[in-house]
């Protein structure tokens, strides 16, 4: 069984179709890579996958629960469903180790101490432990970057949601991040990474899911989707990036 089962996932905006019938497995380990235009529905995917986005129909699973059903415990899911956002998210007044602290005292209930020691251990992981005491605004935008990741893999997700985690970065920290991303996953972290970044999705993944006007219309290596997919917008997409 898949870790997440996505089944016909509908989402409308009033008359809008953004998701327009998604299936789509995460498998345990997998560094899914999703990739499309601009607008074609792949954050609002993620944000369902998180519920942070209510879904018009259709389900996900997840370790063979039904997510979408109206008596799950939201709070429940999202700690084991981590969310890395494209702008970090971190509370400004609140000095690193304090943003990767805050949610393991606030939500799983640790002390203090139990807490600073968790996420020393995800910011050493991340080569962050001589910046636990700096402020987000003394980061660097990779380093921002890696805090939220640390933040994230603090509460021992099952599964980490990147949404575009270089739009915010130069290509240099845009390489880093992707290098952290492969060593993470190369340590089991199970990550479905949405991106518009053709150089993050070479550099972590042999494979993209290929989102188009709220469809899935390929899941095939980017070698094939460069040159061989039928459909000559896809092979643009994968030889000129996305110009919209």
């Known amino acids: 069984m898949a870790l997440i089962e996505i089944r016909n996932l ?8 953004v998701l ?21 529905g792949k954050s609002t995917l993620l944000r369902c996958i998180n519920r942070l986005v ?8 997840f370790r063979g629960q039904n997510i979408t059903a109206s008596d799950v415990d939201i709070r429940a899911i999202r700690q084991s469903i981590g969310f890395v956002f494209q702008q970090f998210s971190l509370y400004r007044h609140l000095s690193v180790m304090d943003n990767v602290t805050l949610a393991l005292r606030k939500l799983r209930g640790m002390s ?4 600073e020691e968790k ?17 987000p605004g003394q980061l660097s935008g ?9 933040r994230a893999l603090a509460m021992d997700p099952a599964v980490v949601l990147f949404d575009e985690p270089t739009s915010a970065l130069d290509p240099v920290m845009s390489r880093e991040v992707g290098e952290l ?11 479905l990474c949405v991106t518009h970044d053709l150089q993050l999705a070479r ?6 899911v290929f989102l188009d006007h709220g469809l899935i219309k390929a899941d095939e290596s980017i070698k094939y989707l460069t040159n061989e997919h039928p459909d000559a917008k896809v092979r643009s997409f994968f030889l000129h990036g996305d110009r919209t």
């Open 119 to 135: 996420a020393a251990f995800e910011l050493a992981r991340l080569d962050m432990s001589a910046h636990r005491d700096k402020f």
């Open 54 to 61: 209510e879904p018009s129909s259709g389900t996900i699973t």
């Open 112 to 115: 203090r101490t139990e807490a």
């Open 142 to 150: 990779g380093q921002k970057q890696r805090v939220a990741i640390a």
């Open 20 to 40: 327009n019938g998604i299936n789509l497995d995460v498998l345990e380990g997998d560094l899914k890579v999703v990739m499309g235009p601009s607008g074609c």
């Open 181 to 191: 991303m492969s060593r993470l996953h190369n340590e089991g972290v199970t990550m």
């Open 10 to 17: 509908v989402k409308k905006f009033d008359q809008q179709t």
């Open 203 to 208: 550099n972590i993944s042999d494979r993209v």
